[in-house]
């Protein structure tokens, strides 16, 4: 968003295939988005160059031409060098700069102190793989980058953005097929979600809560008073629970408890509200706590639209009878909201609350009900009339807030490092067979049969060090709090460091995190924190080895 004036992926999925050149930097793609991590398959047997930043030897930096199996948390280091190497060799595209860019000579002149032998040593990355990765990238034309929460979940994550939107305009690689920065987004609709205002900072379409125009012409279309403040950041909400200030939460599908970090210090604050709504499809973590439980439809049960990440806009209809008092989330909102004294209007359908959305977001004017039911494959906004086609690619005239900011980028480390007393760097994730807080597949005996506990990826001298084998049980422990996990020896891990995946209520990871985010996003620092493991006596016998087989090579 400060780079571009968008935070959102530049390109589109059906572009992959056609690449010549692939950057993917903290994402496990063919895990977390497979069928993306298929188009770059796809790509790959083409003859696309393929070259992967991750400190892990995940399924994709197996097959990539080059592996950059850098240090967690140095991606600035890394991605800087790049930049400075593509100064030094006269590739930056100028004309792109001069045109469609500000920032320039300061970002060039802070590039000064990112020279290839201290990137190096920083990163863990060979001097001459960041040169030829940085030249190739470059000189071809055809060449995008991917990113997920391998850079994204660091206190210095909108550092690695940065960078990242950086290197891109630098080399012109933006308004452009085939190419520009794109960061794949999570969960099948969050991208729908923030577009509708599902954040503190913008109401539908990303138009700022803080503006006084946009509060007046939100006032008139809702005949009501609305503030003039931002709204509170997810991080500083739990904050609030945790300090007493926090009075009351309403929770809609999300298991706090599981997914937010230093879950111990959060859980005795949740005790302590006063009042917790959760509204959800099933019972979790969180609604242990909750003083009321609103049911919800699930995405089978419900009429709407899902976007996705590339911007593309698509219907999902309703299969199936939502079970008991179960409802669509829209329909429980509007009850709640009119029971609070405004005067919500009786919305026959969700297709009326689309009309609404495209009336007061220009973006999604040319998007309705109507027009997706004749459009199978979806419109990706900005689609701003009913003859619009959507936009396939964006700033195709330059970066959509006119000139693209170069930001100056400098190395922070991790907030917390290894120590005697904690050895170990922990980074977490999910595998392919579950999802998230695993609210939904631990409910799933093939999913459990598959994988059915939490694995700990650890490297297999540490292991020896410490006396233990694949299968075993250890006790993980931070300064935080402790869990159980079994011993893992995956081959993907760099020495010292250890992995584990978030979708355990018995092995809940996020009593380990650190709450310290990102100061500007507020994201949490999930990918770094130190850790202990101790053996336990008690050696249950592995799982089935064809559980741990699945995990090892997802992709069978
Ligand atoms: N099967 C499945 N798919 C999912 C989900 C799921 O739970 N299960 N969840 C969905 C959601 S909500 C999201 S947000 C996405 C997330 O998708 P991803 O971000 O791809 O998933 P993660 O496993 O969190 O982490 C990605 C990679 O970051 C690497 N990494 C860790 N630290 C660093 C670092 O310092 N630098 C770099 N360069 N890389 C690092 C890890 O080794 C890992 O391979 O997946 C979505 N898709
Ligand atoms: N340590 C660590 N922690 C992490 C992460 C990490 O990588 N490491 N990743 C973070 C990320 S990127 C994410 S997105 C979060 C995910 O964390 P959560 O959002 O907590 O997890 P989900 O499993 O995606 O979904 C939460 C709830 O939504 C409910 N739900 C599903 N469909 C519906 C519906 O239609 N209506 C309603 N009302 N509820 C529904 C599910 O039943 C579930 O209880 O975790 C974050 N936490
Ligand atoms: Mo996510």
Excluded at 30 to 48: D, F, L, S, V, Y
Excluded at 114 to 141: H, Q, S
Excluded at 342 to 354: F, R, V
Aim: aromatic share 8%; charged share 25%; glycine share 8%.
């Amino acid at each position: 968003m400060k780079s571009f004036g968008a935070g959102v992926m530049s390109n589109s999925i059906p572009e992959i295939r056609e690449l010549d050149f692939m950057f993917i930097i903290g994402s496990n793609t063919t895990e977390a988005h497979p069928i993306i991590g298929m188009e770059m398959k796809i790509a790959r047997q083409r003859g696309a160059r393929l070259v992967v930043a991750d400190p892990r030897k995940i399924w994709l930096a197996e097959h990539a031409d080059v592996h950059m199996q850098l240090k967690p948390g140095s991606d600035v280091w890394l991605i800087n060098a790049m930049a400075k190497v593509i100064v030094d060799e006269g590739l930056v595209n100028q004309d792109f700069i001069d045109k469609h860019t500000e920032g320039w000579p300061a970002l060039k002149a802070n590039l000064e102190k990112f020279n290839l032998a201290e990137a190096e040593r920083m990163t863990g990355v060979p001097a001459a793989d960041i040169k030829a990765v940085a030249v190739e990238y470059a000189k071809t034309r055809k060449a995008a980058i991917y990113y997920t929460l391998g850079i994204t979940e660091h206190a210095h994550g909108t550092d690695n953005i940065f960078s990242l939107a950086n290197l891109v305009m630098m080399t012109g690689h933006l308004g452009v097929p085939f190419g520009g920065l794109n960061s794949l987004r999570g969960q099948n609709n969050v991208q729908g979600a923030t577009d509708a205002g599902a954040t503190p900072l913008y109401y539908v379409g990303f138009q700022p809560a803080q503006d006084p125009e946009v509060q007046k012409k939100f006032e008139q279309a809702w005949a009501t008073d609305l503030p003039a403040t931002i709204g509170k950041h997810l991080n500083t909400m739990m904050k609030g629970i945790e300090e007493g200030s926090m009075k009351a939460l309403y929770v809609m599908g999300e298991d706090i408890l599981i997914s937010e970090p230093n879950t111990n210090h959060l859980e005795h604050g949740v005790k302590e509200l006063e009042f917790l709504i959760h509204q959800d499809i099933f019972m979790n973590e969180t609604t242990k706590y909750a003083h009321v439980v609103l049911p919800g439809a699930n995405f089978a049960e419900k009429d709407g639209v899902f976007t996705n990440t590339d911007r593309r806009v698509q219907r999902v209809r309703k299969a199936v009878n939502p079970p008991g008092n179960a409802r669509p989330d829209w329909q429980i909102l509007c009850d709640v909201a009119r029971a609070a004294g405004y005067a919500m209007p009786h919305y026959k359908n969700a297709g009326e609350i689309y009309a609404e959305i495209a009336s007061l977001a220009p973006r999604y004017a040319g998007i309705s009900h109507e027009r997706l039911d004749r459009t199978p494959m979806g419109l990706q906004w900005p689609c701003t009339s009913p003859e619009h086609d959507g936009t396939v690619y964006m700033h195709k005239d330059g970066p959509v807030k006119g000139k693209g900011s170069f930001i100056v980028t400098n190395y922070r480390p991790p907030v917390e490092l290894p120590d005697e007393e904690y050895p170990f760097n922990l980074a977490t994730g999910r595998v392919l067979y579950h999802y998230n807080a695993g609210t939904q597949t631990r409910r799933d005996s093939g999913t459990m049969a598959k994988v059915g506990e939490c694995q700990i990826e650890v490297h297999a001298e540490d292991a020896a060090r410490l006396g233990v084998a694949e299968g075993d049980w250890v006790k993980v422990v931070s300064r935080r709090g402790g869990i159980k996990a079994r011993v893992w020896l995956s081959g993907r891990v760099q020495k010292g460091h250890v992995w584990m995946p978030l979708h355990f209520t018995d092995s809940a990871i996020n009593k380990l995190t650190v709450d310290v985010g990102d100061p500007l996003a507020g994201t949490a620092e999930y990918k770094v924190c130190a850790v202990n493991l101790l053996p336990l006596k008690d050696k249950k016998p592995a799982a089935a080895g064809a559980e741990l087989e699945a995990v090892r090579h997802p992709q069978a």
